[in-house]
């Protein structure tokens, strides 16, 4: 029983790898360019179910609503405005990169045959700090979900300087292809035509219910897979729906550019502002420990929030509440904002 | 076990990361290299995730041992190796590489759009997302002015 469990996580884990390495020759071999960028979608939603198998079950929820999702939309997107013909193909130009690529990859293997054995739970990385996390989070953080421990409370300065990351690539995008749609294009017409009726009925009912879950996705993240990058991405989802089904410019009426400029220069303050409330109250930068001002824990009765004995932990649940919905903010703004400046380039056929 | 089956992950990374280094440089085209960036990005995901596997792991979500799911997970594992590797009577995958990569793929996607849009203004300059085609624009451009491409 027990060697049969490990050895069917084991071959799935294979199958899965030769999986995406087919899909990944395919996408090589692809002179359509819309094709490649369907089997990128097809990529993602096979490391995706292989994540799985590799227990970072935060990634996969990732890699599916990011790669299958949002990158698929950006990508078309780009091709739509590039109007790019099939990729041509030259024989000579195909030989160098070969012989590099062979070369490089020897190189490689020869140096993985020095790593750890795949799943060795003595080796470096999984031996020391990845295991004193494990150890140390019910007690300093009290968060069921290690990996948000870690993301928002423990690396809290990284995933700060992630989301300014983020938020610089959303103005980058937005300086060079614009913030919404150009004023020398002419409106749509309003009425789309009647084929539509059934996309636009299911799209209204899938709205409200995509919003939901990017915030169910987003305030369970403490107990499960989820926080506050998956929820930003799914929140987008719904406008983005939006757009496709209505017309950018009913989204735009909806959801104005500037509003969306807003609330995501707002994600990133909140993030750093949480941080410097803990400096003011004495603690450094991002130290939730810190983020009541002294004397405050002492007047909250003893079992409001929970255990008592674990009082010092109801700076680390706001602290990473407040962050991950900053995340949540800037993240979601962002992606509509890059959508906006995409969508807003094209020419749209009436 | 042979190299081949313990390191079997590495080498799957390895070819994944070497087709996408074909795609970005076998190709001229702009929009077909960030698909090839995008794979070589992914690989590099995937190495992140297999070193922080641990066999007979769990997701880095807290359970406790004595519940249902602590001993469904512990059952088919030598209980000294729990007692070795595991938490609290439980064994988890490295939640360190999760983090790591959960946030890079998010950024992936920020900076993959950057890099899309720059094409899409190329494309506007230029007339086409081809770089051999970019450099006879260019030249032609160069040779107008009288000066040297």
Redesign the interface.
């Known amino acids: 029983?027990?060697?049969i469990?490990?050895q069917v996580n084991f071959a799935l884990?294979?199958a899965l790898?030769?999986m995406?390495?087919a899909v990944?020759?395919a996408?090589?071999r692809m002179r359509s360019?819309l094709a490649?960028?369907l089997l990128?979608g097809v990529?993602?939603l096979v490391?995706a179910v292989?994540?799985i198998v590799?227990?970072?079950?935060?990634?996969a929820f990732?890699?599916a609503v990011?790669?299958a999702g949002?990158?698929t939309i950006?990508?078309l997107?780009?091709?739509l405005?590039?109007?790019?013909g099939p990729?041509?193909h030259n024989w000579r130009?195909?030989i160098?990169?070969?012989v590099?690529?062979?070369g490089?990859?020897g190189l490689?293997?020869y140096a993985?045959?020095g790593?750890?054995?795949?799943?060795?739970?003595?080796?470096p990385?999984?031996a020391y700090?990845?295991?004193n996390?494990?150890?140390q989070?019910?007690d300093e953080i009290g968060v069921?979900?290690?990996?948000t421990a870690?993301?928002a409370s423990y690396?809290g300065f990284?995933?700060l300087g992630?989301t300014v990351?983020?938020f610089a690539?959303?103005i980058?995008?937005a300086l060079?292809?614009g913030f919404g749609p150009r004023s020398s294009l002419p409106p749509l017409p309003a009425a789309m035509g009647d084929h539509h009726v059934v996309l636009r009925v299911t799209a209204r009912l899938l709205i409200p219910l995509i919003a939901l879950f990017a915030f169910y996705v987003q305030f369970h993240g403490d107990?499960?897979?989820g926080?506050g990058?998956q929820a930003?991405?799914i929140l987008a989802v719904a406008p983005i729906l939006h757009a496709l089904v209505f017309g950018l410019h009913e989204t735009i009426a909806a959801l104005p550019v500037r509003a969306v400029r807003s609330i995501a220069t707002l994600g990133v303050l909140l993030f750093a502002g949480v941080g410097v409330i803990c400096m003011i109250n004495g603690g450094g930068f991002l130290d939730y420990d810190h983020l009541f001002p002294p004397g405050v824990e002492a007047i909250i009765p003893p079992g409001l929030l929970g255990d008592p004995d674990h009082a010092h932990q109801w700076g680390q649940h706001f602290g990473i509440f407040f962050i991950e919905l900053g995340v949540l903010l800037t993240?979601a703004a962002?992606?509509v904002t890059?959508f906006y400046?995409?969508a807003g380039?094209a020419v749209e056929e009436p | 076990m042979s190299?081949a089956a313990?390191?079997?992950?590495?080498?799957?990374v390895?070819?994944?990361?070497?087709?996408?280094?074909?795609?970005l440089?076998?190709?001229?085209?702009?929009?077909?290299q960030?698909?090839?960036l995008?794979?070589f990005q992914?690989s590099t995901?995937?190495f992140y995730?297999?070193?922080?596997?641990?066999?007979?792991?769990?997701?880095?979500?807290?359970?406790y041992a004595d519940s249902v799911e602590g001993r469904m997970l512990a059952?088919?594992?030598?209980p000294d190796?729990v007692q070795?590797?595991g938490?609290?009577g439980v064994?988890?995958?490295?939640?360190?590489?999760?983090?790591l990569?959960?946030?890079?793929?998010?950024?992936?996607?920020?900076?993959?759009?950057?890099g899309?849009?720059?094409?899409?203004?190329i494309?506007e300059a230029y007339g086409t997302?081809?770089a051999d085609e970019i450099e006879a624009v260019t030249r032609v451009d160069a040779a107008r002015v009288g000066r040297d491409p």
């Open positions: 029983m027990s060697e469990a490990l884990n294979i790898l030769l995406l390495i990944g020759v996408i090589a360019l490649a960028i990128m990529y993602s490391s292989w994540l590799m227990d970072a079950a935060d990634v990732t890699e990011v790669g949002i990158s950006v990508l997107g780009a091709i405005l590039v109007r790019a990729v041509r130009m195909t160098a990169p070969a590099l690529v062979l490089v990859g490689l293997v993985m045959t790593l750890p054995e795949f799943g060795d739970p003595a080796s990385a999984n700090v990845g295991r996390y494990l150890i989070t019910p069921p979900n290690v990996v870690v993301l690396r990284d995933t992630e990351v983020v690539a959303g980058g995008v060079m292809l107990l499960g897979a926080g990058f930003g991405v993240v962002t992606m890059i400046g995409f380039r | 190299v313990t390191h079997f992950n590495y080498l799957a390895v070819v994944l990361m070497m087709i996408g280094l074909y795609v440089f076998s190709t001229r085209n702009l929009i077909k960030m698909i090839g995008g794979l992914t995901a995937l995730i297999s070193l922080g596997k641990v066999s007979g792991g769990t997701a880095a979500i807290k359970i059952a088919p594992l030598d190796f070795q590797f938490v609290g064994v988890y995958s490295n939640p360190l590489p999760h983090v990569i959960l946030t890079a793929i998010v950024v992936g996607v920020a900076t993959l759009s950057v899309l849009s720059i094409a899409v203004r494309r997302v081809e």
